[in-house]
């Protein structure tokens, strides 16, 4: 494998050839085949995978391409140049045709299992085969490994079609939720919280499935028809793509002894997830076992400052299983996920998640994450009693890390040096008996506004008298702990790059993918452009375009104010 830190990019990569020069297949060289796989990846069945890390898959492409999108900022930070997303090579690639490569390019991409579990109970009913050897990358198919400018990348193709882990469906991403996961990667990236990333985005022109969803209008919780839907490729980027599922998987086998080399197969993927994510925060030269007490602190730093990022700037994941929550500690999955608009605590953008992945609730899910991830390496302690009470105490104390991350990022929000509990709690009963958009609240609160006629842009309704002197004394008792903090010009500018101006709204998103299935880009681009500078003051159109509480006809409205998860 290589060294991340060689590989600098001498001259902007141009075209598939150039790429070619900085491919490194360390998942695939590191760990193990499915025994069972073809050799030609061959492989667009539902079966059981019983062991091993991968299997070899090739991507079905989808039919007359064109493209979309792709990202020039994060073009830029891997050495790509611009031309090389309109090239046919780059083209034919990541709209899942892997046939005619250069030599040094494997012509299949990789598709891994996992385990699934929701909010910290173990599943294997809906697996097809009810013993949990079907799940797994379903329709997302990792197809290049590269080292550019000192960093390792892993691409993976979603929507790319069939594998062994599809379950009998299609394997498609429609239009639709691929242009909200290109969209909205970048978005949280410029945000500063920790993401996959997108690379590009390519449609099909002419290739179609049937998807259930609302009708024009509709207020209905769950969709009421099947729509005929354009099927895209977007191709989203990551460090690795190894999830909490993914050591569950393993770490289930191991318990149950399920075959021979199942502790190995744990361990292998523990050590390649150090490698991959941990290795700068790791002391490689200390007993693996210990390794992994620091790799689990590591993780849950990661994992708790991940969830009081969502919460700052309103983000809800909506379904955070454990295998949509990523080992490396970033953001993965963008399914049914929401900004919270209209505040309220038990925000769910998805019909289908339940209270227990709703916005505020989210640290606890991230628990029960975190707990499934632990509990998955514990057969690898077995015979470590020291090391396995220490990755028992770092568990326990999740909690209290998560806690303190919170307070940390209250406080920031209010500009604060420190938390104030009683504070941050009169004002969330403040915004929910108001009714306050959030990201919009906390920008202008950033203007460290004395009366509370400042702030009436961020309300949804007219303020009566008497909420009006609530918000005027709680304002006041605000100022008061401001004036402890420090310069009220710095502070105001500090709590103005925690609190974006310009955040996700669905409404804005929607005619975006509508214009997109008649070959209009045009919105995409517009909102890529705005939604890669959060934080800053953008020009008076678009300030009046797109910063602004959402119209009365999108509540509640299907497709808008909540979706279902037919992606």
């Known amino acids: 494998m290589l060294d991340d830190q060689e590989n600098k990019t001498e001259q902007p990569i141009q075209t598939v050839s150039d790429l070619a020069k900085y491919v490194d297949y360390s998942f695939l060289n590191s760990l193990v085949v499915d025994p069972h796989a073809k050799e030609d990846g061959n492989e667009h069945n539902p ?6 890390h991968y299997v070899p898959v090739t991507p079905t492409p989808i039919e007359n391409p064109i493209y979309v999108a792709h990202s020039q900022t994060f073009f830029e930070e891997l050495g790509f140049d611009n031309s090389l997303a309109h090239t046919p090579e780059f083209m034919r690639l990541f709209a899942g045709d892997m046939t005619s490569l250069p030599a040094e390019l494997r012509p299949y991409g990789w598709a891994t299992g996992y385990a699934l579990s929701i909010y910290g109970t173990e599943y294997i009913q809906q697996c097809p085969f009810s013993t949990g050897n079907g799940y797994g990358d379903g329709r997302a198919l990792s197809v290049l490994e590269i080292v550019t400018n000192g960093k390792r990348f892993e691409m993976q193709l979603k929507g790319a079609g069939r594998t062994p882990y599809c379950r009998g469906a299609d394997g498609r991403a429609v239009l639709r939720s691929s242009v909200r996961e290109f969209l909205v990667q970048e978005h949280m990236h410029a945000l500063g919280v920790p993401t996959s990333r997108s690379l590009s985005l390519f ?8 998807r259930p969803w609302y009708l024009e209008g509709s207020n ?73 007490v620091a790799l689990t602190a590591a993780f849950q730093d990661r994992l708790t400052s991940l969830v009081a990022h969502w919460i700052r700037v309103g983000y809800c994941q909506g379904n955070f299983n454990s295998d ?21 605590p038990a925000y769910q953008p998805w019909t289908g998640g339940g209270r227990h992945f709703s916005f505020l609730n989210q640290p606890v899910a991230a628990e029960k994450n975190f707990d499934m991830f632990c509990r998955a390496v ?40 420190a938390y104030d509990n009683e504070l941050l709690l009169q004002l969330l009963h403040l915004m929910m008996r108001t009714g306050v958009d959030y990201n919009h609240f906390f920008r202008e609160l950033s203007n460290l506004p004395k009366d509370v ?17 609530e918000w005027n004394e709680w304002l006041k008792s605000w100022r008061t702990q401001l004036e402890k903090s420090g310069d009220i010009n710095d502070i105001s500018k500090k709590m103005k790059l925690t609190n974006p101006k310009f955040t996700w709204r669905e409404w804005l998103v929607v005619p975006a993918y509508k214009d997109a299935q008649v070959g209009n880009f045009d919105r995409i681009h517009a909102l890529q452009d705005v939604l890669t500078k959060p934080y800053e003051e953008q020009s008076e159109q678009t300030q009046s375009g797109y910063y602004r509480l959402r119209p009365r006809e999108y509540f509640n409205a299907g497709g808008i104010s909540h979706y279902s998860c037919s992606s």
């Open 378 to 417: 514990e057969p690898l302690l077995i015979n470590a009693p020291t090391e396995l009470e220490a990755l028992r105490d770092v568990n326990s104390n999740f909690a209290t890390v998560m806690q303190e991350k919170m307070d940390n990022m209250w406080a920031a929000k209010l500009g604060l040096n």
């Open 324 to 344: 949509n929550c990523a080992a490396g500690g970033y953001t993965l999955d963008y399914g049914p996920f929401g900004f919270c608009e209209l505040f309220d």
């Open 203 to 210: 449609m099909s022109q002419s290739e179609t499935v049937d």
């Open 47 to 52: 079966r059981q995978v019983f062991s091993g």
């Open 453 to 469: 006629e400042a702030l009436k842009t961020s309300f949804y309704a007219e303020l009566k008298e008497s909420m009006s002197f």
């Open 220 to 292: 209905s919780q769950d969709p009421e028809v099947m729509v005929p839907n354009l099927v895209a490729i977007s191709t989203r980027v990551a460090p690795s793509f190894i999830r909490v599922g993914q050591l569950e998987l393993f770490g289930r086998r191991a318990r149950s002894n399920q075959h021979p080399t199942a502790l190995k197969e744990l361990q292998l993927l523990a050590a390649h997830l150090i490698e991959r994510e941990y290795k700068n925060d790791i002391d490689t030269a200390q007993s693996f076992e210990a390794q992994l």
